[in-house]
Nanobody, 114 residues
Framework: AQLVESGGGMVQTGGSLRLSCEASGFTFRRFNMSWVRQAPGKGSEWISSISTTGDTTYYADSVKGRFTISLNNAKNIMYLQMNNLRSEDTAVYYC????????WGQGAQVTVSS
């Protein structure tokens, strides 16, 4: 069982990226799904979570209104749409599935340049 992330990269300030997190070996429906990031030289920062049904979402103030978390339960993929990116969004982004045990993605580098 694992989570595999994709979609990171480098964009200019104001640009957009979409991260994907695909699960294999288990189903999202039994897990609380989240995105966490770690900027260079800083600790981890929780940025968003979504309920198992996908009906309820939560965001850190730092990304509210710019980032959107979503689920495709049929495909076992979670997304993070990131719009209006800022330099302070530069970080490694990790997806997390927390339930009977916790799974982490390998991390996706997002770099926002001015």
């Amino acid at each position: 069982a694992q989570l595999v992330e994709s979609g990171g990269g480098m964009v200019q300030t104001g640009g957009s990226l979409r991260l994907s997190c695909e699960a294999s070996g288990f189903t999202f429906r039994r897990f609380n799904m989240s995105w966490v990031r770690q900027a260079p030289g800083k600790g981890s920062e929780w940025i968003s979570s979504i309920s198992t049904t996908g009906d309820t979402t939560y965001y850190a103030d730092s990304v509210k209104g710019r980032f959107t978390i979503s689920l495709n339960n049929a495909k076992n993929i979670m997304y993070l749409q990131m719009n209006n990116l800022r330099s302070e969004d530069t970080a490694v982004y990790y997806c997390n599935a927390d339930g009977s045990r916790s799974y982490w993605g390998q991390g996706a580098q997002v770099t926002v340049s001015s």
